[in-house]
């Protein structure tokens, strides 16, 4: 029973994360600015490395022991981590770009008053 609620729980966080990836890719593709794209386009890989890693944990769940399930969940939860891991990085890099680029864009500003 804690099993199969846990399953219901894990594919409720996989749709969750399928959503959030897919708003986010959106909006990469309707930002003006470059740094704002980059930014969601960080949200979008963050998003999808959660939901692949939530995809090989369901896996692990639902099959058997095979190898080729093994195999496979390993791939997610390696692809998934890398993404995560890639997100993050970018995340980290374009908000400090957003960030730089809005102190220049006001000081330029306030400097033609």
């Known amino acids: 029973m804690l099993i199969d609620v846990l399953k219901y729980v894990l594919i409720a966080i996989f749709a969750l994360a399928m959503v959030c990836s897919a708003l986010n890719s959106i909006r990469s593709y309707r930002a003006v600015n470059a740094a704002d794209a980059g930014l969601y386009r960080s949200w979008t890989n963050i998003w999808m ?16 022991g095979s190898s080729l399930s093994i195999v496979v969940e390993a791939l997610f939860l390696i692809i998934g981590a890398y993404n995560l891991f890639a997100g993050l990085r970018n995340r980290s890099y374009f908000a400090r770009l957003r960030e730089h680029s809005g102190n220049q864009s006001g000081s330029a500003s306030r400097q033609s008053v």
Do not use: C, P
């Not at 490395?49 to 058997?64: A, C, D």
């Open 49 to 64: 490395g959660g939901m692949l890693i939530v995809l090989s944990i369901i896996l692990m769940f639902v099959f058997t």
